[in-house]
């Protein structure tokens, strides 16, 4: 409480009529229960105190301070006219901060809750289980092919019946356009492991993950499979 840091009355009660007196009054009460030191924590409290005047100024209520608000209150510091608060140091801002920090902490500010991500296709989950239970593979692997395969399902929806190997490796081919051949050979892999889980779930034509291999190394078609063979070619005729 501010009597636990101040003497006055006067400056007890001025603090208290203030646009956040119920709050600092609080602020006061954690400064002292984390130990501050007596001076330490009424610098503390005198920069929430021209935090809250200078939000008030721009009428910004306590409820409504922010991130930007103290940026834009840092700004304020070095031109600070402020008749109370002349002279303020951007040293002070660290005691803005703590008050804010407590504002949140205290529930005082509501913080926006982190959006839930967006939930994964029940078929992917599936994939994952099995690539765990079938192959062993580890999170981070699956991790990595997932990237891939929800990628897939944005692009061909769920009629998986209808993919064929054309359609998969033209799929490759736009990823190696945009992200390039190295991440068109991880997008293969990714997309191999994938056909042989459908084929395996009875929910693409068996054969797909053959034929997808034979379009994969098609001669003539630049492929990530077929890029070693390419370098592997050129070099081969330049000697
Ligand atoms: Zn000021």
Partial sequence: MLSELFESAARIHGLRAGPAGAELDEFAHVLSEVGYAQITARRHLRAAEHFVSWAHRHGIAVSGLSEQALDRFGRHMPRCRCAQYGHSDRSLLHGARLFFR??????????????????????????????????????????????HIRELLRHVGLELDKLDARGLRQFVMEGSKTCGWAAAKKRTTALRMFVRFLIAEGKCAVGLDVSFRQACVARGQPSPDGYTAAVAGSAASAS
Wanted: hydrophobic share 45%; proline share 7%.
């Fill in 102 to 147: 407590h504002l949140k902490d205290s529930g005082t500010i509501k913080v926006a809750a982190v959006a839930s991500p967006i939930p994964e296709p029940a078929l992917l989950m599936t994939f994952r289980e099995w690539m765990h239970r079938q192959r062993g593979a580890c999170a981070s692997t699956v991790d990595n092919y997932a990237i």
